[in-house]
């Protein structure tokens, strides 16, 4: 690697950003990729090795390519400075994790106990809105205290954290449970905790089970990441609004750029605007974003047409498609984030969608599987049938706020929520 190549690498890596190197490996040509911006072939293709966080040889076009992938260090994140946590703690820095343990009581979080280790005296509510969990964090709750475990998990439960673990039996689980349960958590939700924590390898030691808890996280880490596409509808007529609402401005850009700029800060490979009125103007509320246009020819035939325009748009090794619609300003990244994190086929939850106090909403992902039904479909009507006709799969994620019925029709509707952004309440 030539010296200039990994001076910039080092500052890349030094400033938290994942990075992939491509060498090609005939001619020797290499080059810096970061995923989150190259909308390339090789971009893409380092993207897909960036989530499965393996390096990778890839064939573009007649040329083949090595990607070797830098992504950012899992972190672990420990509740309860107890004597499991110490083995843990100890076992995960040397494994390369990033290690934190989260503690307010002094006597078990003195940093004498836990060498080389960043230890917070802090509640894990406030140290984990300080320093909020990532989808490479795994979180481990060891306290056996309520009132540090609970509140720690149900922040879990609220991130795309990639790992959730807690200590105790069946039964202390099981109760666990019910409390988190009747915060709101569904149980599609609860079923993301891991508990009793660690492989059943019939550990007994603070070690044994510290070498349990790491095991199972590492066989979990080593599934393949499903890779989700976005589908964002931007194709209608806007009637009720007498223009196209989409291109109305709020807090100072287009209406359908804020769901399109969550869409791209999530997890969502690629995402996909379906335009059908106004294509042009869609086109140009959306420039300089990263993201595939597919037009829909018949948008006047309903919205079903469009809904299965940007399904025939996903990509063939796309898993499923999260379809959002374009009119609904208060979804955010982590609301879909969650949703992808719910996305389980092993666990029968094929059909994931968000929901707030039983009713549900959008944003929702669709395992391929439906993608032929949903081809089915006429008409005005989305896909809600096929959520009937499949119950049993379908896996609701609880929002904190109503933005998962919070679309735009009206002018009327647009000025209260405008100003209910200004004002600086909580959006719906």
């Keep these: 690697?030539?010296?200039?190549?990994l001076e910039q690498l080092l500052a890349m890596r030094q400033g938290g950003r994942p990075v992939i190197r491509a060498l090609d490996v005939e001619n020797g040509e290499e080059k810096l990729i970061d995923p989150a911006t190259d909308i390339s072939p090789l971009g893409r293709a380092a993207a897909r090795a960036l989530r499965e966080d393996a390096s990778q040889r890839v064939t573009l076009?007649?040329?083949?390519?090595f990607l070797t992938v830098y992504n950012t260090p899992w972190e672990l994140v420990i509740i309860?400075?107890?004597h499991i946590a110490q083995a843990l703690a100890r076992l995960g820095a040397a494994m390369g994790y990033r290690v934190r343990v989260i503690d307010p009581r002094g006597a078990y979080a003195a940093p004498e106990r836990f060498a080389g280790v960043r230890v917070i005296q802090s509640w894990p509510e406030d140290a984990l809105a300080t320093e909020p969990l990532t989808a490479r964090s795994a979180l481990i709750a060891l306290s056996?205290?309520?009132k540090l475990d609970d509140p720690a998990l149900a922040a879990a439960l609220r991130s795309?954290?990639?790992?959730?673990?807690?200590?105790?039996s069946v039964r202390t689980h099981a109760n666990r449970l019910d409390r988190l349960g009747a915060l709101g958590f569904s149980q599609d939700e609860l079923a993301r905790i891991h508990g009793p924590v660690g492989l059943a390898i019939g550990a007994r030691s603070p070690g044994e089970i510290a070498i349990a808890i790491l095991a199972q996280l590492v066989r979990l880490r080593r599934k393949s990441t499903p890779r989700i596409g976005g589908v964002v509808l931007a194709a209608g007529l806007s009637r009720r609004m007498g223009r196209n609402k989409l291109l109305a401005e709020l807090d100072g850009k287009p209406l359908l750029r804020h769901a399109v700029e969550a869409a791209l800060?999530?997890?969502?490979?690629?995402?996909?605007?379906?335009?059908?009125?106004?294509e042009a103007g869609i086109r140009k509320a959306l420039s300089g974003l990263n993201v595939v246009f597919a037009h829909n020819p018949r948008f006047a035939d309903g919205l079903s047409t469009s809904l299965q325009a940007g399904i025939r748009a996903v990509p063939g090794d796309c898993d499923g498609a999260l379809v959002l619609l374009g009119d609904m300003p208060g979804i955010t990244a982590d609301l879909i984030d969650r949703t992808i994190a719910a996305f389980d086929p092993a666990q029968g939850r094929t059909i994931c969608v968000a929901a707030k106090s039983g009713k549900r909403g959008h944003p929702v992902l669709w395992g391929r599987q439906f993608f032929a039904e949903i081809e089915s479909l006429g008409g005005d009507a989305g896909a809600q049938s096929l959520m009937a006709r499949h119950a049993a799969q379908v896996g609701e994620i609880e929002s904190a706020d109503d933005a998962p019925f919070a679309d735009i029709d009206t002018p009327e509707a647009l000025a209260a929520y405008a100003g209910r952004s200004l004002d600086g309440a909580e959006t719906l």
């Design 80 to 82: 309860g400075a107890v």
């Design 265 to 278: 800060a999530s997890r969502l490979d690629p995402v996909i605007v379906v335009t059908g009125h106004d």
């Design 1 to 5: 690697m030539r010296r200039a190549m």
């Design 61 to 65: 076009g007649n040329r083949n390519w």
């Design 160 to 168: 795309p954290a990639g790992y959730i673990g807690a200590l105790g």
């Design 144 to 146: 056996h205290d309520i």
